[in-house]
């Protein structure tokens, strides 16, 4: 498969890279600096420079010409202000959502959050996250030209991954290994009878593997 992975230098998303290199897929991550391209190429994966937050659906859909799916996993990140949450969290995945559509990419998996709400309420920054990625995953799950499957994780922790999750459409509150998250990607990917899903994602006991095949078979 050619993947191609929107926030390629995240930590998650060098993460995915690495597993779907190792497994003999062909991984490109879309990339805004490049300064990071070394990063990827050391993941296994060909960067692609391109700003999510300028670019033209036409550019992007280019990009994915030739993928097999993708997976949007970028985000402002930490201290940025409420207008790069929508910047980013929002209209990225909604151009890389209308450019997978234009190049014909059906498989789309997005990583959102627990707790995200396009109607969630506050007035934190933390709280335009979680609205941003709520309308992020509202604006791709209306999308019927997608095979679309929007992942939620919990608190995520920089603990080595142990390949034991709760993977459900309704978890609870919980933490989650970035690896972990990096491996339930990877399979979520390579498993389209998860398209149409809404997960949450927390550490358990089911190993990566059973668990999204289990949801698959709901």
Known sequence: MRIVIAGGHGQIALRLERLLAARGDEVAG???????????????????????????????????RAADAVVFAAGAGPGSDASRK???DRAAAVLLADAAERAGVRRYVIVSSMGADSAHRGDEVFDDYLRAKGAADDAVRSRTGLDWTVLRPGMLTDDAGKGLVTLAASTGRGTIPRDDVAAVL?????????????????????????????????
């Open 186 to 218: 990877a399979e979520l990917v390579d498993t389209p009878a998860t398209a149409g899903l809404t997960l949450e994602l927390i550490s358990g006991s089911t190993p990566v593997t059973v668990a999204v095949k289990g949801v698959a078979g709901n």
């Open 30 to 64: 879309i990339i805004r600096k490049p300064e990071q391209a070394d990063d990827l190429r050391r993941a296994g994966a060909e960067p692609v420079v391109l700003d999510l937050e300028s670019a033209t659906v036409d550019a992007v859909a280019e990009v994915l």
């Open 86 to 88: 929508e910047t980013v």
